[in-house]
T-cell receptor, first 115, second 115 residues
Framework: DGGITQSPKYLFRKEGQNVTLSCEQNLNHDAMYWYRQDPGQGLRLIYYSQIVNDFQKGDIAEGYSVSREKKESFPLTVTSAQKNPTAFYLC??????????????FGSGTRLTVV | AQSVTQPDIHITVSEGASLELRCNYSYGATPYLFWYVQSPGQGLQLLLKYFSGDTLVQGIKGFEAEFKRSQSSFNLRKPSVHWSDAAEYFCAVGAGSGNFNKFYFGSGTKLNVKP
């Protein structure tokens, strides 16, 4: 079955450390997204990518970086510049990022905790 | 600016009772509207969506939603709630122009189901 795989499910980061969250999809979707979820705040867009080798900042991109070298993969790096990285991170994909977007398919998320 | 409001943070209903979750949006043009459900520690699953046409849309798991343009609302309903419906529900609006359709999510409504 097609879907989105996020790994790891749980991740612990020490202060000052960079960590990378994996997101892989086999849905042949063009667009991919990273969201951060905090209790009571809904989902906030970090980065998105509409095609390979192109990505754009979302609403809360500071302290994060991404790459899109392959259509299937959209890894997110949480850098040491992100002052409050503890959160639940969700990756999503969609057929296209334009007006014909038929909604997102979400991964099962990665919970990142700073220790 | 586009926004989505879910005025109820928590709702508790008895099993077998009817359910209505409220969603109001702010968007100048015809929106694309979605409802998602999230079980604890999991990603979001699409329940239903509205693009155009009939304002009452049917989704999975027995859910339906009604788009009311005059009230800028897209409330989610279910005639008889099951214990397995306990989860968090998110309303989202797809808005934008050109070739990017950004999603705006509400802050979510947590549903508890009493036996």
């Amino acid at each position: 079955d097609g879907g989105i795989t996020q790994s790891p499910k749980y991740l612990f980061r020490k202060e000052g450390q960079n960590v990378t969250l994996s997101c892989e999809q086999n849905l042949n979707h063009d667009a991919m997204y990273w969201y951060r979820q905090d209790p009571g705040q809904g989902l906030r867009l970090i980065y998105y990518s509409q095609i390979v080798n192109d990505f754009q900042k979302g609403d809360i991109a500071e302290g994060y970086s991404v790459s899109r070298e392959k259509k299937e993969s959209f890894p997110l790096t949480v850098t040491s510049a992100q002052k409050n990285p503890t959160a639940f991170y969700l990756c999503a994909s969609s057929i296209g990022a334009g007006r014909r977007n038929y909604g997102y398919t979400f991964g099962s998320g990665t919970r990142l905790t700073v220790v | 600016a586009q926004s989505v409001t879910q005025p109820d943070i928590h709702i508790t209903v008895s099993e077998g009772a009817s359910l209505e979750l409220r969603c109001n949006y702010s968007y100048g043009a015809t929106p694309y509207l979605f409802w998602y459900v999230q079980s604890p520690g999991q990603g979001l699953q699409l329940l239903l969506k509205y693009f155009s046409g009939d304002t009452l849309v049917q989704g999975i798991k027995g859910f339906e939603a009604e788009f009311k343009r005059s009230q800028s609302s897209f409330n989610l309903r279910k005639p008889s709630v099951h214990w397995s419906d306990a989860a968090e529900y998110f309303c989202a609006v797809g808005a934008g122009s050109g070739n990017f359709n950004k999603f705006y999510f509400g802050s979510g409504t947590k549903l508890n189901v009493k036996p």
